[in-house]
């Protein structure tokens, strides 16, 4: 099971590089994108095609591959495999058959935008994958997740990130943080943390951010509130918000005390005013 690269082709590891010079075969979620990947390695292997809609028959011709004594690698088209890809099927399959699977660790979205999500510690997290795509089965399946006391690991396409959005802000309380990470190690990569009510007014704040995919990092419950008697929710509201709003959202949802998050809020914007002018 081969890692590859979610976006920047440089962050393929020396050990996917020499695995995938030794198979015999190459498994893949897409024939043509893993042929377009590995020509700009400079390799080129026979490759089979595992996708979701053939994993389970695919599976059995990659056990009859290995049986005949062949080494095949797995890759999906991005990340590690088998999360919230293809590849679980072919694992349960090869290791019934009594195969051993090694993983090659890489590139993974999960972990690249829990990273630097800021998490406070210990930084437990589950992660949900993607929600439904039908509005009544999305809200019911984030009203259970969010009963959890852990923070929650959301992956979203560019056309329901909208919806999504507009789900949390409906079902999530509105002194969480949610890390929003857009196009992780592609060029016009943004990653920005800020309160769930945020979330819809900076995805449409400028319209290339409704592009490409997404990583969201629902931070555990009241994370927000318990940091510095509300500063930290006070700097996020800041960023979308004028002085006067920011500080009676902070005060309301951290139970600070309002003169002391005015105050704050003056220096922040002082020191935001100095930074732009150079």
């Known amino acids: 099971m081969v890692a590859t690269p979610i976006g920047n082709l440089a962050d393929i590891t020396l050990r996917a590089l020499h695995v ?4 015999d075969a190459i498994a893949c979620e897409d024939t043509r994108h893993t042929q377009g990947m590995l020509r700009l390695y400079g390799l080129d292997k026979p490759l089979l095609a595992v996708h979701e809609h053939n994993e389970a028959e695919a599976a059995q011709q ?21 999360i919230s890809d293809p590849g679980a099927r072919l694992v349960r399959a090869a290791q019934t058959a009594g195969y051993r699977v090694m993983p090659l660790p890489g590139v ?39 009963k959890t006391p852990h923070a929650l690991v959301l992956l ?5 990130i909208e919806a999504t959005a507009r789900a949390l802000g409906e079902t999530s309380s509105p002194d969480r943080l949610v ?16 309160p769930v009510p945020s979330l819809a007014p900076w995805l449409s704040a400028h319209p290339q ?30 960023e979308e918000l004028p002085i006067k709003s920011a500080v009676r959202l902070a005060t309301q949802w ?17 020191g935001s005013n100095k930074d732009s002018l150079g």
Not at 20 to 23: F, N, Q, T
Not at 108 to 133: D, R, Y
Not at 179 to 194: G, Y
């Open 179 to 194: 890390t929003v990470a857009r196009e992780l190690t592609k060029q016009f990569e943004e990653i920005d943390t800020m």
């Open 209 to 238: 951010r409704l592009r490409g995919e997404f990583v969201l990092v629902l931070h555990a419950p009241n994370a927000m509130a318990t940091q510095d008697n509300g500063h930290t929710l006070l700097a996020a509201l800041l």
């Open 254 to 270: 951290s139970g600070g005390n309002r003169n002391e998050l005015y105050a704050a809020a003056l220096e922040l914007k002082a």
């Open 62 to 82: 990659v056990c009859s591959r290995l049986a005949l004594g062949q080494r095949i690698a797995y890759v999906s088209d991005a990340g590690t495999p088998a």
């Open 108 to 146: 993974s979205s999960v972990t690249a935008a829990v990273s630097v999500s800021g998490l406070s510690p210990p930084a437990s997290f589950l992660f949900a994958g993607f929600l439904p795509s039908k509005a009544t089965e999305r809200h019911q399946v984030l009203v259970q997740l969010l």
């Open 20 to 23: 995938m010079s030794l198979v």
């Open 156 to 160: 979203e396409s560019p056309h329901r």
